[in-house]
T-cell receptor, first 117, second 115 residues
Framework: DTEVTQTPKHLVMGMTNKKSLKCEQH?????MYWYKQKAKKPPELMFV???????INESVPSRFSPECPNSSLLNLHLHALQPEDSALYLC????????????????FGSGTRLTVV | AQSVTQPDIHITVSEGASLELRCNYS??????LFWYVQSPGQGLQLLLK??????LVQGIKGFEAEFKRSQSSFNLRKPSVHWSDAAEYFC?????????????FGGGTRVLVKP
């Protein structure tokens, strides 16, 4: 299995809703990432998990809450979002952390298209 | 700060013609560099990567890139484009730190393929 699977593919939620995005990989990667991509823009890093621990938070608002229950699964819990949070949310994983990660690169999922109404 | 820039926002090319996408990096040491492709509404697919060794890198789908330290560039090329190559292309660089690695993207180049 060489894929990163994200569910759901599309999500529409109201500003008072609570929802979660799910990301799963079975490649044995020990680093997982959440990126946010607005239309016609490059992806922007939100969070990095290394060995199931949060290692980087790019000053993301607390209405986004990441969780890494195990080495294969990464969640992004959403609460009280704003319309400007509408975007494509991409999950990625990499084989190792540290200097040798450059050898392998990142594997991205297809993303969850989120619309906040 | 370590970064990459893509000078061209859009490029239009005829099917069968050659394609070159520009990427300039800003980093003192040898950077980790990548090219990704994104079809509309899809995730990103890795085309190729460079971190050391041979400066001409072969990737998937017939793409190649050349690392030129003297020009701080890592341009992507394809000799003959197909209509399916129409997509957004991102150059990216990887920052390695003990706290975690950060993959940072250039602004992207949208490629349109004319029949």
């Amino acid at each position: 299995d060489t894929e990163v699977t994200q569910t759901p593919k599309h999500l529409v939620m109201g500003m008072t809703n609570k929802k979660s995005l799910k990301c799963e990989q079975h490649m044995g990667h020990r680093a997982m990432y959440w990126y946010k991509q607005k239309a016609k823009k490059p992806p922007e890093l939100m969070f990095v998990y290394s060995y199931e621990k949060l290692s980087i938070n790019e000053s993301v608002p607390s209405r986004f809450s990441p969780e890494c229950p195990n080495s294969s699964l990464l969640n992004l819990h959403l609460h009280a979002l704003q319309p400007e949070d509408s975007a494509l949310y991409l999950c990625a994983s990499s084989q190792v952390t540290g200097p040798t990660v450059g050898v392998y690169g990142y594997t991205f999922g297809s993303g969850t298209r989120l619309t906040v109404v | 700060a370590q970064s990459v820039t893509q000078p061209d926002i859009h490029i239009t090319v005829s099917e069968g013609a050659s394609l070159e996408l520009r990427c300039n990096y800003s980093y003192g040491a040898t950077p980790y560099l990548f090219w990704y492709v994104q079809s509309p509404g899809q995730g990103l697919q890795l085309l190729l990567k460079y971190f050391s060794g041979d400066t001409l890198v072969q990737g998937i789908k017939g793409f190649e890139a050349e690392f030129k330290r003297s020009q701080s560039s890592f341009n992507l090329r394809k000799p003959s484009v197909h209509w399916s190559d129409a997509a957004e292309y991102f150059c990216a660089t990887l920052r390695i730190k003990a706290a975690g690695n950060k993959l940072t993207f250039g602004g992207g180049t949208r490629v349109l393929v004319k029949p």
